[in-house]
């Protein structure tokens, strides 16, 4: 079999020495030489094209075996190719670390993913058990108070269209339709979504219509106001108020609950980061604010927020978008 591989290989090499030897008996030929010196002559060049053959021939079959017994190491992060026999092969190899390298990265680049996101359905698998069971009390009372189990299945809600939105965040589907959206139109569907948590919660509303017209993904935009004002109810106590206002082309969420504190300001859009706030009340997953930031950018909105514990949280979210470069 190896022999066959090299023989194919190997076809113009033996033309050419068939060629060499019709060239010199046609030339003997012509000279009327003598038949022994034309075959002298003959077995001469085969005899050196012979050990060409059979040396060119051990390489050939040295360098299959190695690479074969490399098979067994493609899956390592290095190749251990032998040296390259010449200009041609060294290209090769350079094109195949290249290759190799490229598939560690995308290799590496999959296991973070995988590992980020087992982490998150972790954390988000604890944290949605708190609704379905606090559903699940309310449930044994008789009658089921409607109100309180609207509110545990709102949060179930947020819960799985966050989980959704990091799902398609980075899907190669996801497309942005940017156009036109009524900024108080979108407000007002939030707001309606978490009518019984104010209810609730007893706290109050202070929305104040901006009559502006954004250019936007009103999908994407709605995710994020509904994220923040959902952090807006989850960290205000009752008898607090939320407001939401335009201040020129910004939309601000504000509240009076209980702040962030300032260490942790720095790092609130960092995905998986809850800071001391939400470990203390158990109630964050840490990738609202990541979700919020990431879409931001996507849809070239920009949006910050200013906090301090114990007197509220105003997130501003810039919609101008004059940063967007077209191309």
């Known amino acids: 079999m190896v022999l066959l591989a090299y023989l194919k290989r190997q076809w113009k090499l033996l033309l050419l020495l068939l060629g060499i030897v019709g060239v010199f008996a046609a030339v ?29 021939f051990w390489r050939f079959r040295s360098r299959h075996h190695q690479l074969r017994r490399l098979l067994d190491q493609a899956e390592g992060p290095v190749l251990p190719l032998p040296p390259a026999g010449d200009l041609l092969e060294s290209d090769y190899q350079a094109l195949l670390r290249a290759v190799a390298a490229h598939r560690t990265r995308l ?67 996801t497309d942005y339709v940017f156009q036109d959206t009524d900024l108080n139109a979108l407000v007002r569907q939030a707001v309606r979504k978490f009518a019984r948590l104010f209810i609730l919660k007893h706290i109050t509303l202070d929305f104040r219509e901006t009559d502006r017209i954004v ?39 504000a509240d009076t609950g209980i702040g962030i504190r300032e260490e942790d300001l720095p790092r609130i859009f960092e995905k998986g980061f809850t800071g001391y706030n939400g470990r203390a009340g158990q109630k964050s997953t840490g990738i609202g604010l990541y979700l919020c930031r990431r879409v931001t950018e996507k849809l070239n909105h920009d949006l910050t927020i200013v906090s301090r514990p114990g007197q509220g949280t105003i997130a501003r979210l810039d919609l101008s978008r004059k940063k967007r470069t077209m191309e």
């Open 28 to 56: 003997f030929s012509l000279y009327d030489l003598p038949l022994e010196a034309v075959g002298y002559a003959a077995v001469l060049c085969l005899v050196l094209g012979g050990v060409l053959f059979v040396l060119g």
């Open 107 to 173: 290799l590496a680049k999959e296991r973070d993913k995988l590992e980020d996101m087992t982490d998150y359905y972790t954390l988000w698998a604890h944290q949605i058990k708190t609704p379905i069971a606090a559903a699940g009390l309310l449930l044994q009372e008789a009658p089921p108070p409607r109100e309180a189990l609207e509110a545990e299945l709102l949060k179930i809600s947020q819960y799985v269209d966050m989980v959704l939105g990091y799902l398609r965040l980075d899907s190669d589907s």
């Open 215 to 253: 250019l936007t993904d009103g999908k994407w935009l709605t995710f994020v106001v509904e994220q923040l004002l959902s952090n807006a109810l989850k960290y205000t106590p009752a008898g607090g108020t939320v407001r939401i206002y335009g201040d020129g082309e910004t939309l601000v969420i």
